[in-house]
């Protein structure tokens, strides 16, 4: 069932041939690595104006999951929210991006807000924004080695010592 979001989006130019489906009453795109940044760019000119959200997902544990036809699935997948002030209309993009090459474009010239949502994506899963004006950790050390939210990441490799902490009894 396609809403008139739906149908209305998917015949916008740049839109047309990026699969699609709705999820939950809600408008989801797949577009590929080689189409995203022009996705986006036709969601913006749409009325897309906020990016609300950008993440990155790590589905090393679910690689049958459900996709469109045409999407294969890869271990990472970064998923944009975009809002439309105007029109009160929420679309949701969803990019697979594989585990032997984590990249993909920024959206910092489109959308100057991501900036820091892909610098969290970089150090929390690997995943580099190419083109991105300051693609460093933002949340973990500069020498912090892995990234903690992959789904293959040892867990408890560093003991943390808090200040103030109470010492054994």
Known sequence: MTSNLDSDL?????????????VRGGLVLFPGRDSYVAALAALRDAGFALCSDLC??????????????????????????????????????????????????????????????EREAFDMFGVVFEDHPDMTRILMPDDWEGHPLRKDY??????????EAPGPR
């Open 10 to 22: 998917l015949s916008f130019p740049g839109l047309a041939q990026v699969p699609s489906a709705t």
């Open 56 to 117: 990155a997902v790590d589905y090393l544990e679910h690689p049958d999951r459900e996709l469109p036809p045409g999407v294969e699935p890869e271990r990472f997948e970064v998923v944009v929210n975009l809002t439309s002030l105007e029109r009160a209309e929420r679309v949701r993009v969803r990019v697979q991006v594989p585990a032997g090459d984590p990249r993909l474009a920024t959206l910092f010239g489109l959308y100057p807000g991501t900036e820091a949502m």
């Open 154 to 163: 040892s867990v408890g490799r560093i003991p943390v010592q808090f200040k």
